[in-house]
């Protein structure tokens, strides 16, 4: 993936390369950045358009580490996608100015998304089947929009238009300025200028697309059927596709990071990059990032670069998505959240030695409109996933990174399964997850250990 602004990024700072986030749907991801909580606990548990509004409601008891920074002096600006709740009221969570209900957001939002731009028949693919009777959809495709009259340009405009005019008019405050993009996200639209630096010959396919799921959950053979009709030559175009908008929106930090330096702010600017969530793009068989509890999908991106703050360092530490928010609380000097289920990892940028503090994360999934409940704790290159509706699984992944083999049901194996399921009931007690642990029915006893089990150190 072409991404050279990114890598000049990480020679500045620290890469991540075992961050997770909490969830991996888009809304309760990013909720669990705003307040440093698992979903259980502010309330968005599904993206906020497929809910009825009571099913689906941020709670607006819990501060929000943008309030935080505007509480400490801080100007706040937020660009971009929100898909946080559904009110688009994002004032009330901390940040002063924003574009989200302008109608120049509204209008550019769509721009990129299946239908709203022109494609290349011969070099798109709309999914029609497996079966009949749903809607056709676009999977991925080529366009003449250039870049720069896309969605992601525009946001960076704004984005450099509240930094200039901060810089003007702010007093010398610091400042927080989030910019949130919508791709590589859903259909892999990408413009011919820049699939045009792509060979799909180079493109390579994951080992483990052919993965059969077996003694793993149904679901995952059901949901490998729905790309059943993929070629192997279409997943290198959708891979190019979904490489393509990485470097679309790597193009888009460039300008950032060109007019931070222009106006003598680079030095003195903290700045990262992750993602809400990951995306499979043939691995496993699957597509999106709505099935499966698989490193794909969990694992992140995560950069961070800025004073103070090592140089070109690659950290092991598992740290999270949702630790962003107290990290930068700390490192701004601003008044801690209390009521958190993440943790700071500001002393993981400063010292590498400090990522053997960090060598647990932890996961919930609670289904996208279908039933699917998942628990998710990693230990080292361990993990564990309690599935409420199926088999458990159990991966070792260092000496099986693509997740191929399903160890939970091995006896060899019980001891790790039951230490690392009292691990989870722990982490449900402690961010106060009814929806399992009040769960004592005898109907629905399906974990190998029940929840007054006590964890224990690995």
């Known amino acids: 993936c072409l991404t050279p602004n990114m890598d000049r990024l990480a020679a500045r700072g620290v890469s991540f390369r075992r961050a997770y986030c909490a969830t991996p749907t888009c809304s309760p991801s990013r909720a669990s950045l705003m307040t440093g909580l698992l979903p259980h606990n502010h309330g968005v548990l599904e993206v906020e358009h497929v809910r009825d509004y009571d099913q689906c409601v941020l709670r607006t008891d819990k501060p929000h580490f943008a309030q935080r ?24 969570f901390g940040w002063q100015v924003n574009g989200v209900k302008s109608a120049e957001h509204v209008k550019n939002l769509g721009k990129g998304d299946a239908g709203s731009e022109p494609v290349d028949p011969a070099r798109s693919r709309w999914v029609e089947g497996p ?8 999977h991925y495709g080529v366009t003449e929009v250039p870049v720069k009259d896309r969605y992601p ?27 949130s993009f919508s791709e590589p996200n859903e259909a892999l639209v990408v413009s011919r200028e820049t699939i045009d630096r792509y060979d799909l010959d180079t493109i390579d396919l994951p080992a483990n697309r052919t993965d059969d799921h077996s003694g793993k959950p149904a679901l995952y053979r059901r949901q490998k059927e729905i790309s059943r009709e993929v070629s192997d030559d279409e997943w290198r175009m959708a891979r190019a596709c979904y490489y393509g908008r ?32 990951g995306r499979y793009v043939g691995a496993h068989g699957f597509d999106a990032h709505n099935c499966g509890a698989y490193e794909e999908i969990y694992r992140i991106p995560m950069i961070v670069a800025g004073p103070g703050i090592a140089q070109g360092a690659e950290s092991q530490a598992l740290v999270q998505f949702p630790d962003l928010g107290p990290t930068l609380i700390e490192l701004a000097g601003a008044e801690p959240i209390e009521t958190l289920d993440f943790r700071s990892f500001a002393e993981a940028l400063r010292k590498s030695e400090a990522a053997d503090a960090f060598q647990t994360a932890y996961a919930e999934y609670h289904g996208t409109r279908f039933p699917l409940c998942q628990r998710i704790l990693w230990e080292g290159d361990w993990k564990f996933v ?15 990174p693509g997740e191929l083999t399903n160890l939970a049901a091995l006896p060899e194996h019980r001891e790790r399964v039951d230490r690392m399921m009292a691990g989870i009931w722990k982490r449900v007690r402690d961010s106060g997850d009814r929806t399992i642990l009040e769960s004592h029915y005898y109907s629905m006893r399906f974990a190998s250990v029940g929840p007054n089990i006590p964890a224990s150190n690995p």
């Open 69 to 92: 920074l505007a509480g400490a002096g801080y100007g706040t600006g937020y660009f971009g996608k929100w898909h946080v709740e559904r009110t688009n009221q994002v004032e009330h």
């Open 131 to 138: 079966v009949p009777g749903y809607n056709r959809v676009l």
């Open 153 to 179: 340009h525009y946001t960076i405009d704004q984005a450099i238009d509240f930094l200039d005019d901060h810089r003007k008019n702010g007093g010398g405050d610091p400042w927080c300025c989030c910019v």
């Open 386 to 400: 309690f599935n409420g509706f199926d088999y458990d699984e159990l991966y070792d992944l260092k000496n099986d």
């Open 246 to 277: 990485i470097t679309e929106l790597d193009l888009q930090l460039g300008r950032l990071i060109d007019w931070l330096a222009e106006s003598k702010q680079l030095d003195n600017t903290i700045i990262v990059v992750t993602s809400d969530h």
